[in-house]
């Protein structure tokens, strides 16, 4: 099937899937579980079905806190944000969005109103409120959803538990969604890194290219913990709409290469080691070669969506459904007739 923009939006709501319990001490919420990672630095792994989607963090210093990524609702930041002031009365100073995508960024309009700074590549400016449309369905089309969802719940017996709790998830998502404002970041950068403050803690922001054309990821110097966003997936097939794997591959090997006995907050999947992030750079590495060879066999892309089969060692990973088309995009990408959405 093409990989239209109808398609992003279906299976953007699949990236609820977490794969297995995190390390460390965890603390657990409706939509997301609360990791600990080093003394004062968090992961926020998203649940399955919440209104997380995407993993946050947050990183605790002597004077105030840095927030990783906002999540996909107003309502699941605010969560984050309540589970922060359990742990720490210190001021959120700044917060980080690692790219411009809704699951990563939809919260963002409850951390403005705190005034609190968000930062974010130069390309997130242009992108959040224009690109993400494609990710928010139009606010009449959410109401008639909830709208129909209503309907079926009040229509089905008091019985049927699993279909009523499936109605009721989907009419508080629905809801969820409907509160969403596409909200900018307040400070952007375009290369090299950027240093923050958090008292006597530092965490450094810095941007290579793999994901989208706008990822900053952030390393805790003191902790050796470093928050990937989309440019890392643990255990995870990865969204490639607006990659480009072929920067996406040697930005992973300078990271590993700079960063190799850290622990890693992943966009989507658990809290990963090194070994972890390696094996999502050996995806993307065995996906280019395999599309290279269905190339130069003369497969068409029809003909390598449906011959060029994942590899047994990535089957146990996350969202499957992305497996077709990751060849899609890499052969768009390998002919040079990719056009990033």
């Known amino acids: 099937m093409p990989f239209t923009p109808k398609f992003v939006l279906t299976t953007i709501f699949a990236l609820f899937v977490l794969i297995s319990s995190g390390n460390g001490q965890t603390r657990t919420q409706d939509d997301f579980q609360l990791v600990k990672v080093a003394d004062g630095v968090y992961a926020a792994i998203a649940k399955p079905g919440g209104l997380a989607s995407g993993n946050a963090g947050f990183v605790i210093g002597n004077d105030s806190v840095l927030v990783f990524d906002t999540f996909f609702t107003p309502a699941a930041i605010e969560d984050l944000i309540s589970e922060i002031q359990t742990l720490t009365k210190l001021p959120i100073k700044y917060a980080v969005n690692s790219h411009y995508h809704l699951d990563h960024t939809g919260g963002n309009q409850v951390l403005v109103a705190r005034g609190v700074e968000i930062i974010a590549h130069?390309?997130?400016?242009?992108?959040?409120?224009?690109?993400?449309?494609?990710?928010?369905?139009?606010?009449?089309?959410?109401?008639?959803?909830?709208?129909?969802?209503?309907?079926?719940?009040?229509?089905?017996?008091?019985?049927?538990?699993?279909?009523?709790?499936?109605?009721?998830?989907?009419?508080?998502?629905?809801?969820?969604?409907?509160?969403?404002?596409?909200?900018?970041?307040?400070?952007?950068?375009?290369?090299?890194?950027?240093?923050?403050?958090?008292?006597?803690?530092e965490v450094i922001l810095a941007t290579l290219p793999g994901h989208t054309g706008g990822d900053v990821f952030a390393f805790v110097p003191d902790a050796n913990v470093v928050f990937m966003g989309d440019l890392g997936w643990s255990?995870?097939?990865?969204?490639?709409?607006?990659?480009?794997?072929?920067?996406?591959?040697?930005?992973?090997?300078?990271?590993?290469?700079?960063?190799?006995?850290?622990?890693?907050?992943?966009?989507?999947?658990n809290v990963a080691t090194a070994a972890d992030i390696r094996d999502f750079r050996d995806y993307l590495d065995d996906l280019r070669a395999r599309v290279k060879q269905g190339i130069a066999d003369g497969l068409a892309v029809d003909q390598a969506k449906e011959q060029l089969k994942l590899p047994e060692k990535y089957k146990s990973f996350a969202f499957q459904n992305f497996a077709t088309p990751n060849v899609e995009d890499m052969y768009k990408e390998l002919k040079g007739t990719k056009q990033l959405q």
């Open 235 to 269: 255990k995870t097939l990865p969204n490639l709409v607006d990659a480009t794997v072929n920067d996406w591959i040697p930005t992973l090997d300078t990271i590993l290469k700079q960063h190799p006995a850290s622990k890693f907050v992943p966009g989507h999947g």
């Open 122 to 201: 130069d390309n997130v400016m242009k992108w959040q409120t224009t690109k993400n449309k494609r990710f928010l369905p139009a606010p009449e089309d959410l109401q008639k959803r909830r709208a129909d969802a209503a309907k079926l719940l009040s229509e089905t017996p008091e019985d049927q538990k699993d279909k009523r709790a499936q109605l009721e998830r989907t009419m508080r998502r629905l809801d969820a969604m409907m509160a969403i404002k596409l909200t900018n970041p307040t400070r952007t950068f375009s290369s090299g890194t950027m240093r923050l403050k958090l008292g006597k803690r």
